[in-house]
């Protein structure tokens, strides 16, 4: 297969299994042409998976030469899957990356990798569905909005999510849990309006300014 392949695998291990499928997917819609060819080799036909009748060397060469029903529409289905992982993967790797915190970015970035399923799929509200559940259930956590919220190039970006009841629900769990005192959580609310809304400090030049470049997890030194 190498030979037909640039000496690459097709399975290449990922943080996932999702990743891994995807990875997988991938390189074989990008080296079409080559397993097209090795699997109308004459050095495949003289193997022995080449003369073999049942197996599943027999049912991989279907689909990629696109034989019978099941092989007919294999890679127009192969794009389109990859249209609607894609988005998926880049949250992945933003969840595993390490050059930056990214608390404060992944309930963006779930937002943006729906939109971009909802561009390439007709059927984006299955997939939507889908995610959601998964989302809601195991992944979502009330400091992703609070992290959301408090990130600057989100909070006086083009979206109002200073106003957003969800988001500001999960902020307000966030702050009690972290902080037992009644009065202080009113503080702590009190400084977030603020901080959305520009006022005292976080209005200042320098505040705003910084707001493209600093990283939210940025600490400074007082």
């Known amino acids: 297969m190498k030979k037909f392949t640039d000496n690459r695998d097709i399975i290449r291990p990922g943080i996932t299994r ?9 390189y074989i819609v990008r080296y079409k042409v ?16 080449g003369q073999a009748t049942s197996s599943p060397a027999c049912e991989a060469k279907k689909f990629v030469l696109g034989l019978g029903s099941e092989g007919r529409n294999f890679w127009e289905r192969a794009q389109q899957i990859m249209k609607v992982q894609e988005p998926l993967l880049k949250v992945l790797r933003l969840v595993d990356g390490d050059d930056k915190p990214t608390m404060g970015f992944i309930y963006e970035a779930m937002e943006r990798a729906k939109l ?7 059927s984006y509200l299955e997939y939507w569905r889908i995610i959601d559940d998964r989302w809601n259930f195991q992944l979502h956590h009330d400091l992703h909005a609070a992290g959301y919220f408090l990130n600057p190039q989100y909070q006086y970006g083009l979206h109002d999510i200073g106003n957003d009841n969800e988001i500001m629900l999960d902020l307000k769990n966030v702050i009690q849990r972290l902080e037992g005192d009644l009065v202080n959580q009113g503080k702590a609310l009190n400084q977030a309006l603020l901080f959305r ?23 400074f030194i007082k």
């Open 116 to 122: 971009a399923i909802q561009k390439n799929s007709r």
């Open 34 to 49: 080559g397993l097209r060819n090795m699997f109308e080799s004459e050095q495949w036909m003289m193997s022995k998976y």
């Open 18 to 26: 999702f990743a891994t499928n995807f990875s997988a997917l991938e």
């Open 197 to 219: 809304d520009k006022i005292e400090s976080f209005g200042t030049a320098l505040a705003q300014k910084a707001i493209k470049f600093t990283n939210p997890g940025t600490k």
